[in-house]
Every structure is written in C-alpha cells, then in structure tokens.
C-alpha cells in the first residue's frame, strides 16, 4: 500500500485534471472491472457529503478499486462511518482519510437554520448544530462548514486506539478537505 503522503499527491495530481479539464478517467473499464474481482486495494478512504455535486471518484479523477468512498449528509460522523473507515484503514490498508466538506451544503444550511423536518434529519444536523453559536447567520455557512470538517478530523484523529494505533505510529494521516463547486477545487488543510 503506498503512503499517506504518495496518497495525498494522487488525490491532489487527480483533482487537478479534474478541475483544469484533462480527465484520464482512469480505471473505468471493463479490464480493470475483471483485475478487480479478488479484492480491493483501495489507496484512499474519503468521507465525504452526498450531495450529488460531490462524487470522490469524479473530483479526483479516480475509478474503480480506487477510492474507498463513504458519503453522508454533512460528512458527519456515526458509529457506521466510524466503522466503514475502520474497515479500510484497519482491512484494507488505507493510509490517508480524507474529510471532505463542500460549500452550499444542504446539511449544514439545515443545521444553520434549525430546519428538521424528519427526526432522521435532525438526527443529522444534531451533529453539526453544537458547532453553531446564537450570533452564527446564514452567512457563515462556509466558516461552519469548515469548522464540521476540521471537527470531524479531530474526533477521527482520538480514535487512534480504533485505528489500530496507525496515527501515533506515524502511518495514517487524517487530512481536512473543502471543495469549492464552482472551480471544482479541493482544497487540503495540511496544516492541522
Ligand atoms: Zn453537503
């Protein structure tokens, strides 16, 4: 499995055709369908919104057995997210998570607004909700959204132990994400 840091050059390397418009769409055929009939090896694990404006394989020009993807309103954070991440990390040998929020996000909109219709969706939104202060507007949703990532990487990075101890052994990396729907660009907070 290649390393955290060969991951993160992958995903930027693909993101960058991606937005500038020289897709490969690698890995798409029926030949790489076949290879991929024993197993997956996938070399990174994103959690990212369902949104449909928001597909991992697409923005990162990746195809399949490539990227173990697990999406959820808001990129929030449940026991089957904890789970599914685990399961790549700890069966797969994933090296790099990715969290990644987008901006426009109908979850954090929701959460924002304290709009629940469902409790299924105030399930959700209940997540994100004690990032929100009395004086946040509509017009932070990018600072909340940024805030729900950089949260959800923290809560990530305290389960080292779920993790197989991969981040105090200096093997995984959990990196925070924003992509910007219109130019099509993710940004990495490698910085934290
Ligand atoms: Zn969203």
Same mark, same amino acid.
């Given at each position: 499995?290649?390393?955290?840091?060969?991951?993160?050059?992958?995903?930027?390397?693909?993101?960058?055709?991606?937005?500038?418009?020289?897709?490969?769409?690698?890995?798409?055929?029926?030949?790489?369908?076949?290879?991929?009939?024993?197993?997956?090896?996938?070399?990174?694990?994103?959690?990212?919104?369902?949104?449909?404006?928001?597909?991992?394989?697409?923005?990162?020009?990746?195809? /399949?057995?490539? #990227?173990? !993807? *697990?999406?959820?309103?808001?990129?929030?954070?449940?026991?089957?997210? %904890?789970?599914?991440?685990? $399961?790549?990390?700890?069966?797969?040998?994933?090296?790099?998570?990715?969290?990644?929020?987008?901006?426009?996000?109908?979850?954090?909109?929701?959460?924002?607004?304290?709009?629940?219709?469902?409790?299924?969706?105030?399930?959700?939104?209940?997540?994100?909700?004690?990032?929100?202060?009395?004086?946040?507007?509509?017009?932070?949703?990018?600072?909340?959204?940024?805030?729900?990532?950089?949260?959800?990487?923290?809560? /990530?990075?305290? #389960?080292? !132990? *779920?993790?197989?101890?991969?981040?105090?052994?200096?093997?995984?990396? %959990?990196?925070?994400?924003? $992509?910007?729907?219109?130019?099509?660009?993710?940004?990495?907070?490698?910085?934290?």
């Amino acid at each position: 499995m290649i390393s955290a840091k060969e991951a993160l050059k992958k995903l930027i390397e693909g993101n960058e055709r991606f937005f500038s418009g020289n897709l490969e769409n690698p890995n798409r055929c029926n030949i790489r369908r076949g290879e991929l009939l024993g197993g997956q090896t996938p070399f990174a694990a994103i959690l990212s919104c369902s949104d449909s404006r928001t597909p991992g394989e697409i923005v990162f020009d990746q195809g /399949l057995g490539d #990227l173990f !993807v *697990v999406r959820v309103a808001g990129n929030i954070l449940a026991e089957e997210v %904890i789970g599914s991440l685990a $399961y790549a990390v700890n069966d797969l040998d994933v090296n790099l998570v990715i969290v990644m929020g987008h901006d426009h996000c109908g979850a954090v909109t929701a959460a924002l607004n304290d709009d629940n219709k469902c409790i299924y969706v105030k399930s959700l939104i209940d997540k994100i909700k004690p990032l929100i202060s009395s004086h946040n507007t509509i017009d932070d949703l990018e600072k909340i959204t940024k805030r729900n990532v950089k949260n959800v990487v923290t809560q /990530l990075k305290n #389960l080292n !132990v *779920v993790f197989n101890n991969k981040i105090s052994g200096g093997k995984l990396e %959990i990196i925070g994400a924003y $992509y910007d729907l219109e130019t099509g660009k993710v940004d990495f907070y490698t910085d934290h």
